[in-house]
């Protein structure tokens, strides 16, 4: 049995936590839409096509926000293509994935879609093919109410009521030499400046996200990150952060530490950005979006590659996730939550099927994966102020990231309950960890839910046919004794409790 150790106190936090941080991605990519989240015909589908068994699990999942068109998608995109009676919609090559783009779920699609899902849409504008010209008449065609050319288009697509999108990504990953219309750190930070501009022009109170590197790997990381923003700087909101873990050659320790290298990402983003700040003077405090991370077993689709060449809504990246992976998905989303002052935005890659938490299949069943659990659950749980906590733990020997530690926790405070929750996962293999946390300063409380995500065997996954082998379930001997939470965290698991204040 292994020991660690928190102490929290109600007036040290890091701040509120920030509804967006729980926001997932939609991309034509796959069966991420088709099949996904819009299959007319299938037995649950409403009248726009709209799976209701799937839309079901998103609204449990909690997600906030959902990012949309791509991903290396938007690059090669023409919004214009997905709007308007959908007979008349082209069939597009999509360069990025090798598929066949039918266009029949399109931006007024994917609105009502959002609105009836209760999440708030964030656009990606195509920079990779495109520019400011197009970037304006989507936001037009989006945001105005009418009286001009394209939103009075939108009012004859049958949409009377803008869209009012809030906040807007410049592209995506243009730094990655993959992007159709990949660019320089100069180029693309001049373009996004002046998109960004004119796209102010219509509307100030817009939020816009420039990308910043697509990993932490990228050769260019960080200098990448300076001359974007050198030049961006006083047009944009927030710079975004892509990364996806896996086991790399075996390696489960170095994995299980995924967040300590999410940790080390987050933290060079925001003294790269504060830097941009001190050489200019400015008392800006850049805002970090997490569009994209997850885990992804990207080696075995590079192994594989695309599938079918320019076929319609193929299987692609459709990872069946582990409990080691829930227990990484859960201490990447602890990483989020302890840097939430930084990071108010986060998109969870992808929603449906492709790296997802939710599976579906055509004319079947729709289920939840190992990963949904920890994040519906946090979602659901963390309210109030994210807690500034301190931890003492021994260390788990990785060869990627060092000595980590063994145990990972954040918590949360309501301040109008009075409830206090934790979240901790155990990465250890092997060992239970027997956790004690100093509450003392928060009144009396009782222990309310305890849920753990364990499995003895850490390769276990939910299928189609076994949706529900794992699962959150009750966690026993969670105490409070003398102003101390006493539990034991089980090898590699995902953890919350609930305080009740009384
Ligand atoms: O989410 C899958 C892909 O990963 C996205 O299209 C791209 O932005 C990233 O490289």
Redesign the pocket.
Known sequence: MLHARFTAHPAFSVGPVPPRLFGS?V?H?GRCVYTGIYEPGHITADDDGFRQDVMELVRELGVTTIRYP????VSGYRWEDGVGPADQRPKRLDL?WHTTETNQFGLNEFMRWAEQAGVEPMMAVNLGTRGVREALDLLEYTNHPGGSALSDQRIADGVSEPHNVRMWCLG??MD?P?QTGHKTAAEYGRLAAETAKAMRQYDPTLELVACGS?NMDMPTFGAWESEVLEEAWDAIDFVSL?A?YEPIDGDIDSFLASAVGMDRFIEAVIATADSVAARRHSPKRLGLSFD?W?V?YAREFQAEGTGPEWSQAPRL?EDEYTVTDAVVVGSLLISLLRHSDRVTSASL??LVN??APIRSEPDGPAWRQTIFHPFAQTAARAKGRVLRTTQTAPTLPTARYGDAPVVATVLTHDEQTGSLVLFAINRARSDSVALVGDVATFGTLTVGTSLVVTDADPLATNTADHQDRVTPVPLDKVELLDGELHLQLPPLSWVTVTLERT
């Open positions: 991605f991309e990519m791509g991903g290396n998608f990025a995506n990953e990655g993959w697509s892509h996806y994209e997850n992804w990246i890659a992808q492709v790296i």
